[in-house]
């Protein structure tokens, strides 16, 4: 599962989006994706449904803090428990 904001700075999204394809590549995934959960999120699934390894992209839009502060190099609430949703669906 790799969550990132397109607007954070700090870690570039060419650098999520290596990421994403080395996990493709050490998974066998294909490189084409399904919309899946959380949808709050923008998440896409590569690998089927049911799949052993699947990756999940999570282009976040989130990018104030609660107090309204612009910053898109934080955790979102609800993302948590999204990680946790995401691996209580694997084996």
Do not use: K
Request: with cysteine.
């Amino acid at each position: 599962m790799v969550l990132h904001n397109p607007r954070d700075e700090q870690v570039p999204v060419p650098e999520a989006r290596r990421l994403r394809r080395a996990l493709l590549a050490q998974d066998g995934l294909p490189t084409g994706s399904e919309p899946d959960e959380p949808h709050r999120f923008n998440c896409r699934r590569y690998g089927a449904e049911g799949e052993e390894n699947p990756i999940l992209w999570c282009p976040l839009a989130d990018d104030r803090t609660r107090n309204g502060r612009f910053y898109p190099h934080q955790w979102p609430q609800g993302v948590g428990a999204a990680i946790m949703a995401f691996f209580a669906r694997l084996d």
